[in-house]
């Protein structure tokens, strides 16, 4: 699936790529929706669907990802709250050693996420992946998530790259689009982004279950 002797870059992303999606979905869509409906007084299912509307409204954009905009629109302290699950944190299958083969190349690898700074210094009080990489970049710091031909750029400018010997690996498959318009050629979504929901048949990008699968000869 991927002829390594034409990848010069390797992009990957954190949540549901590296890190079992899991641990985001159950918080997003129950642990947080129960605390919201206890400050509230209201059952757990309505209080997922108020927070549906804003979910559909900012998906996409960088406040979607923005731990300090949904703190003071629900008026919950969500750091705190995702630190009580935190250990539903956890690696998808043969990560490591993926990451392992990479770091021994001659490649520059950098890990890509729209996840906010504080959802980052959790997840890597868990399970710290960042000495695997040569640089750890938050859409965060370039003011745009990776949704946005802004992010290319600025990612392009901190990180030349050449777009024609680039593999960017994600699980979203809008921001996979928004990769190949900026012209990155090597493209992989995730089929099983969360281990506990059913494995995507549909998806518009060639997928992989798991990193065995294009895993880089080991270092001799």
């Not at 919950?76 to 990560?95: S, T």
């Not at 549909?202 to 279950?209: A, L, S």
Request: charged content about 25%.
């Amino acid at each position: 699936m991927i002829d390594w002797n034409r990848i010069d870059t390797v992009l990957l992303d954190m949540d549901g790529t590296l890190l079992d999606l899991h641990y985001d979905n159950h918080f997003w869509l129950e642990h947080l929706p129960q605390r919201y409906a206890d400050l509230k007084g209201i059952s757990a299912e309505e209080a997922l669907a108020r927070m549906r509307g804003h979910f559909d409204a900012l998906h996409g954009t960088l406040a979607w990802y923005c731990l300090d905009h949904w703190s003071a629109l629900l008026d919950l302290d969500i750091p705190a709250l995702k630190r009580e699950v935190r250990h539903m944190i956890a690696i998808r299958p043969h990560a490591l050693e993926f990451l392992r083969r990479l770091h021994e190349s001659p490649k520059q690898v950098l890990l890509v996420t729209n996840a906010h700074p504080v959802t980052l210094d959790i997840k890597m009080a868990e399970l710290d992946i960042r000495p695997w990489f040569d640089d750890v970049v938050v859409s965060h710091q370039f003011a745009a998530a990776k949704e946005e031909q802004a992010f290319w750029e600025r990612l392009q400018a901190q990180h030349p790259f050449d777009p024609a010997r680039t593999l960017f690996i994600d699980d979203t498959e809008s921001v996979l689009e928004a990769a190949r318009r900026y012209g990155i050629a090597h493209l992989l979504t995730l089929l099983q982004p969360d281990s506990r929901r059913q494995k995507r048949i549909d998806t518009r990008f060639p997928g992989i279950h798991h990193f065995d699968e294009i895993m880089p000869e080991a270092a001799a």
